[in-house]
């Protein structure tokens, strides 16, 4: 018995030993572990590269038909009928109204006979007059008949002139009659009926006739942009956009864009006093008739190139409470921030105006996991790299 309790006794005194090392040595490996330096975490770079950029400006505008008729009557009288369907496309000379012509046709027909009965006077003034100029010649008239006769050929003349401008006039208030479109183009509503009385250069038009295809786009542009552009150009930063006209593309309202590109035909030579703007003016083929006039639209003006511009994905950008831009870079192999001023956005992209140069490296991929100051390593991706969506996934783990 007594051996048995000494084994039990040397048993237990060899745990206790054991576990006095394992408490002991644990102090010693945490220290050790709490030294070791950590892993360098990885994130995914994109270096800039200096692109071609056009320069372009989005701008307001509305659609202007190319040209505008608005029909109204040249003589007064009431309408027989209305010739055209509305809406629909009418040629020029096409007739659209008839008004009751039999005045103007009895107006002709008199100035007509008055013509004719001023021709017959003529006639007889010119005989009498060759025949007194031989008469006077042997003396068997008066030079004072002689005169006469001649004053009666002119006067004869006369008369015969204005009737014929009568009639004339007479002839034009019956082709009058029939209101034609002096325009090829789309008709709009008519505001009269058959059997409206209507009178001549009336202020109310009876329709509107407009060619819309192509149509204009007023644009408008403030002056300080103008001025900008201007002295960038001036300065070498931009080189222009083309030789010739500038082009233009159209964002419709439900934010689709136009399959027609246009082109800027003027641009205004002053600057509107209540808007501080200058208005543009482009061209814009309408062979579909998608566009209409008065219609708001967004164009997108080609102003100029920029051969060394430097873009940025947004989501690499970050922005304070104080509205300032800043982005993570990794220098020398570690973390550092740069405050960077930016311009307007290409696509998914920040034009990047000042704080950065082509060659340095942003990132675009772990920026949450890191700080400024931090060892990193670089994992070289290019905008849109599918890798960047697996490297995301992986630091979420």
Known sequence: MFSTFNKVVGCLSLFAALLGLSLFGLPLRAQLNSDAAPAAVEVGVISLKPQAQRLTSELPGRTKAWLTAEIRPQVGGIVQQRLFVEGAEVEAGEVLYLIDPASYQAAFDQARASSAEALATLNSARLKATRYAGLVKIDAISQQDNEDAQASLQSAQAAYQAAQAAEKSARINVTYTRITAPISG????????????????????????????????????????????KRELAAGRLSKAGDDEAHIVLRLEDGSEYPYPGRLQFSGASVSESTGSVTLRAVVPNPDGLLLPGMYVRAVLEEAMDEQALLVPQRAVTRSHSGATSVLLVVDGKVEQRQIVVGRSVDNQWWVKSGLKAGEQVIIEGGQKVRVGDAVRSLALKVGDEQAADLAANSKH
Do not use: K
């Open 186 to 229: 789309r008709v709009e509503s008519s505001s009269v009926t058959p059997g409206a009385l209507v009178t001549a250069s009336q202020e109310t038009p009876l329709t509107t006739v407009q060619q819309l295809d192509p149509l204009y786009v007023d644009i408008t542009q403030s002056s300080a942009e103008v001025l900008r552009l």
